[in-house]
Each structure stands twice: as C-alpha cells, then as structure tokens.
C-alpha cells in the first residue's frame, strides 16, 4: 500500500455546531489486505464570536442602550447574524430585559427552512463623561427625583 498525503475541500454545513464531527465516507486509510478506504471523521471547533454568544439554535447578546432610550422608549437598529434588525423598546424598559426576535438566530442543520431566535438582554451604557449641559440636565434630573 502506498501513503500519499492529500488536501480534501470539505464543505462545511450551515447550523453546524462547536464540537460536531463530519463523516467523509472512503476518505480515510487504505483498507487491509486491499480492502476499501476508511472514513476521516473531521470535528468541527467553531471559533468564539465578540458579540453573539450560541445556545442551540438560539443566538443570545447584550445590547447596550442609554439610559434615555430605556427610560423614553426608543427604535434601536439590533445587530443579528443576518444584518441589523429595527427593534422597539418600550418606555420604562429595565436593564435585564430580554427581546426575542424569531426567525433570527442559526439554521438548524436539519432543516435549512427552520432558524432559531436571537435574543437581545438589554444593559444600560453609562457614559464614561458628560459635556457640561448634559452634566447640569442630568442634575436637574436627580434634584426632580
């Protein structure tokens, strides 16, 4: 029997997961005494994203918002794995609160027509400094409370 090394393109499916492994039937060692070839197995390790986090099918982020859009309502623009949908949160919305947006989350596998969720946790995003109006509003905001 004779060893060659050989590059193989493998396409990778869509939905696949952390940790799942591809089976290339024939692709692997010779077989013995002549026989057929066995399968190379390849494990997938799907590298960290800086923004979404994947739970199944599910696609979970933080989504930072001021604490004027929490507190008056606001349309934000969400960043999905698909492009950035418009979302409308509620006046009132609390740090915590969780939006599910359907259909927007990682394609199953299985069925290329079904996609998990996207689900934004809203945080609140102080700034670091303020101009001196936005200083003396802020103020006269905490003496109103």
């Given at each position: 029997a004779v060893r060659k090394n050989q590059t193989i393109k493998v396409k990778i499916p869509a939905g696949i997961d952390d940790g799942q492994a591809l089976n290339l039937r024939g692709k692997g060692n010779a077989g013995l005494d002549g026989g057929p070839a066995g399968d190379l197995l390849i494990t997938v390790f799907v590298k960290p994203h800086p923004l979404f986090e994947r739970d199944g099918n599910s696609v979970l982020?933080?989504?930072?918002?001021?604490?004027?859009?929490?507190?008056?309502?606001?349309?934000?623009?969400?960043?999905?794995?698909?492009?950035?949908?418009?979302?409308?949160?509620?006046?009132?919305?609390?740090?915590?609160?969780?939006?599910?947006?359907?259909?927007?989350?990682?394609?199953?596998?299985?069925?290329?027509?079904?996609?998990?969720?996207?689900?934004a946790t809203i945080e609140i995003a102080v700034p670091r400094s303020l101009n001196r109006t936005a200083r003396q509003k802020l103020m006269e905001y905490k003496e109103a409370c």
């Open positions: 982020m933080e989504m930072p918002v001021s604490f004027a859009q929490a507190a008056l309502g606001a349309e934000i623009e969400v960043p999905t794995i698909d492009g950035r949908v418009k979302l409308t949160i509620p006046e009132g919305t609390q740090p915590g609160s969780v939006f599910r947006l359907r259909g927007k989350g990682m394609v199953s596998m299985k069925d290329a027509n079904v996609h998990g969720d996207h689900y």
